[in-house]
């Protein structure tokens, strides 16, 4: 990639710095970046050279992003990423527009992954669910979603579709969680998911990481890496309204999710995950949510969250 993502300069123009791109235990000649280049002009970081479409197209629909083992994953919560979508949820739920008479919400998450944000939404008090439409390209994903939704005996209708093609209508809440730092054009998924919003007040939800670069030894499979500012950058171009842009979790020196994370951080985790299967969901959900700071706002946090809508014209 010649450009930047986020703001277009030309890296053969500008003078840009480079790190080593982070992948322990990976070997360079499995496609594998060698750097990642930050541009001069917004800061946005991008993998040099980037992961080809075909490697991740067998990353993400042959089930090896989410590292199963069989084709069926076991019907439970899994409390990490629960915990997560909890946290968004709460947070997009602040800013859904009152709709007067048309309470019911429809929403859409491109990579849903567990579908968790969909479910926690199907339970919400304050507004209603009446349709998640979720799109994941994983197969083994999308069959524990339509379980799940059974399961838990969900009335709201789901969608599960593996890919954006197949997209129809419109939405109140759109949500692109982890998924622009696995993208060569960010800004073009944006865009297709702004005009999926269903009105001027139509939300559009988004989680990446927080400069993983600077905490993590391996980021693989991630293309673009952002900060607060370049993500803002991005959100301004795209003539977007931004409600809140903050980060979250625990500060990403020290989260768990770091490879220098404390001694006595890491104790914990491993007492917890021994465990595990001893240990109640509601629990354990609570337990990793203050483990990942994942319900924090922190000034260095591991994770940046936006929410923005159209701006009225
Ligand atoms: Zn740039």
């Known amino acids: 990639m010649d450009t930047c993502p986020t703001c277009s300069c030309s890296f053969s123009d500008c003078n840009f710095n480079s790190i080593p791109y982070p992948a322990k235990g990976w070997q360079h000649n499995q496609g594998i970046p060698d750097t990642i280049r930050f541009c001069s002009q917004c800061g946005t970081g991008i993998a040099h050279p980037t992961i080809s479409d075909m490697a991740t197209d067998e990353l993400y629909v042959q089930g090896k992003y989410w590292q199963q083992s069989t084709t069926k994953l076991p019907l439970k919560i899994f409390p990490v990423p629960f915990g997560l979508a909890q946290a968004r949820w709460e947070l997009i739920q602040k800013s859904l527009p009152d709709f ?27 507004s209603v669910l009446s349709e998640y439409h979720a799109i994941e390209p994983d197969p083994t994903m999308r069959q524990y979603m339509r379980d799940m939704w059974i399961k ?21 809440v759109v949500v692109l969680s982890h998924i622009l730092e696995h993208l060569q054009d960010p800004s073009s998924l944006i865009n297709s998911a702004i005009a999926l919003l269903s009105s001027q007040q139509g939300l559009l939800f988004i989680d990446v990481p927080n400069q993983d670069h600077l905490f993590k030894n391996n980021v693989f499979p991630h293309i673009v890496f952002f900060s607060p500012s370049s993500l803002k950058y991005l959100l ?16 990403m020196y020290k989260s768990p999710a770091n490879a220098n994370t404390p001694l006595k951080m890491k104790l914990m985790g491993e007492m917890i995950r021994l465990s595990y299967r001893f240990l109640p969901s509601k629990f354990l959900v609570q337990f990793y949510a203050w483990y990942f700071g994942g319900n924090q706002m922190n000034t260095e946090g591991t994770w940046i969250r936006a929410l923005c809508r159209n701006k009225e014209s």
Request: proline share 2%.
């Open 152 to 172: 838990k005996g969900r009335k709201q209708k789901l969608n599960v579709i593996p890919s954006m093609d197949q997209v129809t209508g419109y939405y109140d």
């Open 100 to 126: 007067q008479n048309k309470r019911e919400i429809k929403l859409l998450d491109i990579g849903a992954g567990h579908g968790y944000i969909g479910l926690i939404a199907s339970f919400g008090h304050n």
């Open 236 to 251: 301004k171009q795209e003539q977007l309204e931004i409600i809140h842009l903050e980060t979250w979790g625990r500060n």
